[in-house]
């Protein structure tokens, strides 16, 4: 006689940059609501399945519990998920180590709840720094905000700072300070840079400002602000760009020492200057062959590998292609096919980090050695060859060959001109002699079978771009991902 499996649904979740592979639940609240529940690493699939079973029935009481990760590894704590008598669904993290106690506790905290009519906006506000901090966070993942740099900034710095048991209400102007100070200090000693320093500085005032007039009235706790008319971390010099020249670039999409998934990438990341996450986002269905034009609609968040909207919070409005890369899309699309014309072009390509890790070998097999494209400095500061900077060579490209600053700002997504205006500035110093913007694409880019005049031509094609660019193990080894 063969035991029956258990019933609970789970999915599995890949290693990602704060937890080590678990499975996650989605246990369904008496309300309706179904909140993804992270269970704890290390655990069999039917040990996951029995305890998403459990959760399951425990969610029709109106109480549950998550796994909270600290760090990659198996540690971590339990905190209460407990459904308010208006339905809506709240964290409440006591930091629980055992699980039965935990489960017990949200037990009696629902209870209470619906006993006493609480609601989101009668709940009283958190009397200690992280449970505040968790149901902020918790707020922002609820409208879709991507908050996991914000997670960041607070159990880094914030938190250990104030500390975790503090009562936000009692938290002074000189602790603010304090702060600010401390945050100097390791960037003085090479340990933050200065920009991280910002965006924590810009954490830390969001975060005081909500709990003084932020939309969510049971998250305001203060009446006054401590962080008003207190200076944030000093600026340092901004990092040097780095891009590719035309002729290096050719050099690079004609070496046929470099996997041609890897060539199409980069070719398309440059020619329609985008972002990482949002060329992974890319689906066919943005791609308007027929008018030659493209729509940048999402991109991907890369802790959890979910969609948010771009980096300036909005849709970019259609924009044309560039020409010489119109034949690459075309005889792509025809490779995938009506099946797969739905999913995204390029699928999930992994770590940024190793990605950028290849592309500077993929540069030095081309023979494009240049100094500044394999070599980081700090003085002046400037990072090597990474994948946001196939972006910067698109944008910088636009600005050599003279495209209006208005549309230069609109076909970047740029926030403001005075980002664009960084690009034109720089441009305006590089012209003479740099070689054509968005060259014509060799022909082995397009897939098509080759033949030794094809192999020679691209050789000759990556010789010359060498010669002229030298004045200035997963899916994303050979084969492309498959698209979700």
């Not at 070599?375 to 495209?403: F, K, N, Y």
């Not at 990556?462 to 660019?469: E, F, I, L, M, Q």
Request: net charge neutral; hydrophobic share 40%; aromatic share 6%.
């Amino acid at each position: 006689m063969t035991t029956a499996r258990p019933i609970g649904f789970v999915e599995w979740v890949e290693k990602t940059a704060r937890a080590a592979p678990h499975f996650k639940t989605r246990p369904r609240f008496a309300g309706g609501r179904r909140p993804w529940v992270h269970l704890p690493p290390g655990l069999e699939e039917d040990a996951a399945r029995t305890l998403a079973a459990e959760l399951g029935h425990a969610a029709q009481s109106g109480h549950a519990i998550e796994w909270v990760p600290e760090g990659a590894g198996s540690r971590g704590h339990w905190r209460a998920l407990v459904e308010l008598a208006d339905g809506k669904v709240v964290e409440v993290d006591e930091r629980a180590t055992d699980q039965a106690h935990a489960l017990e506790r949200a037990r009696t905290l629902a209870a209470r709840a619906r006993a006493d009519g609480i609601t989101a906006d009668t709940a009283p506000a958190p009397t200690n720094l992280s449970t505040w901090c968790d149901r902020w966070t918790a707020a922002k993942r609820a409208k879709g905000q991507n908050a996991s740099s914000v997670i960041s900034h607070l159990r880094t710095h914030v938190v250990p700072h104030f500390g975790a048991d503090r009562d936000p209400r009692t938290i002074s102007r000189r602790e603010v300070e304090q702060l600010v100070q401390k945050l100097d200090a390791l960037v003085d000693a090479g340990e933050l840079r200065w920009k991280s320093a910002i965006n924590v500085w810009g954490t830390v005032t969001k975060l005081f400002d909500d709990m003084v007039r932020g939309k969510l009235l049971e998250l305001r706790t203060r009446d006054d602000n401590p962080c008003r008319d207190v200076r944030g971390p000093d600026r340092g010099v901004d990092t040097e760009k780095v891009h590719l020249y035309p002729a290096e670039f050719l050099a690079l999409a004609a070496c046929v020492d470099v996997p041609l998934f890897r060539r199409r990438y980069y070719a398309i990341a440059i020619f329609n200057y985008l972002r990482p996450g949002e060329l992974e986002a890319l689906r066919w269905e943005d791609v308007d062959l027929e008018r030659e034009a493209i729509q940048i609609r999402r991109a991907v968040r890369r802790v959890d590998d979910t969609e948010k909207a771009p980096k300036a919070g909005r849709a970019r409005l259609p924009f044309n292609l560039e020409p010489a890369l119109v034949p690459l899309l075309v005889a792509m699309r025809a490779e995938v096919g009506e099946d797969a014309a739905t999913g995204r072009i390029f699928g999930d390509l992994g770590d940024e980090r190793e990605l950028a890790r290849k592309l500077r070998e993929d540069l030095l097999a081309a023979g494009v050695e240049r100094h500044e494209l394999h070599h980081a400095s700090i003085d002046p500061p400037r990072e090597w060859m990474t994948m946001h900077d196939l972006r910067t060579t698109g944008i910088t490209w636009m600005a050599c060959r003279g495209d209006p600053p208005l549309e230069i700002m609109a076909r970047a997504g740029h926030a403001n001109l005075e980002q664009t205006q960084e690009y034109i500035d720089a441009a305006a110093l590089l012209r003479r002699g740099y070689g054509a913007p968005f060259p014509p694409l060799p022909p082995s880019l397009l897939g098509a079978p080759r033949g030794r005049s094809d192999q020679s031509s691209d050789r000759r094609t990556a010789r010359r771009a060498n010669h002229s660019g030298n004045r200035g193990g997963n899916a994303w080894e050979s084969n492309p991902p498959a698209a979700p």
